[in-house]
């Protein structure tokens, strides 16, 4: 059984622009790759249980990365995450993010959030917050996402 750890992990996100750029350096956490079917309770009066049945829609849950703040001119966090999402016109972010070995959660996302956290003692972070929209999948390959 194979294990891997965090120096297998990889980090892909498109900038609003659609550039993608490999942000591994730039994250040091990453929350939770989640995919949930929603469903609906089907319980009925007289069940001694609560039951739900699917409805035929999933979801990718939303999800934060975060690192120590850096501000390179075009590749850096602060670069790629200061433009939120705001418009109904912005378009989707690729996002990629590789565990180990050859599989992949990919997605298209948008960025509804990018803060700096600065705290006396400690290096200034950063926290950016994607809610992925559409398909998200399991690939073996970081070229594009689902349609």
Do not use: C
């Not at 409805?55 to 501000?71: A, C, K, M, N, T």
Request: proline content about 4%.
């Amino acid at each position: 059984m194979a294990k891997y750890g965090s120096s297998s992990v990889a980090i892909y996100v498109a900038s609003s622009g659609g550039t993608t750029y490999n942000v591994t350096s730039y994250v040091d956490t990453i929350g939770g790759q989640k995919i949930t079917s929603i469903t609906e309770p089907t319980h009925t009066f007289g069940d001694s249980w609560e039951e739900a049945t699917p409805v035929g829609l999933s979801r990718g849950e939303p999800f934060d990365i975060e690192g120590h703040y850096d501000d390179t001119a075009t590749s850096g966090p602060h670069a790629l995450f200061s433009a939120v999402d705001r418009g109904t016109t912005d378009s989707t972010r690729s996002v990629i993010v590789g565990l180990g070995g050859s599989k992949f959660f990919s997605m298209t996302a948008r960025l509804t959030g990018y803060e700096t956290i600065a705290t006396n003692g400690k290096l200034t972070r950063y926290r950016a917050s994607f809610l992925p929209t559409g398909t998200v999948a399991w690939t073996t390959s970081t070229s594009g996402v689902p349609a």
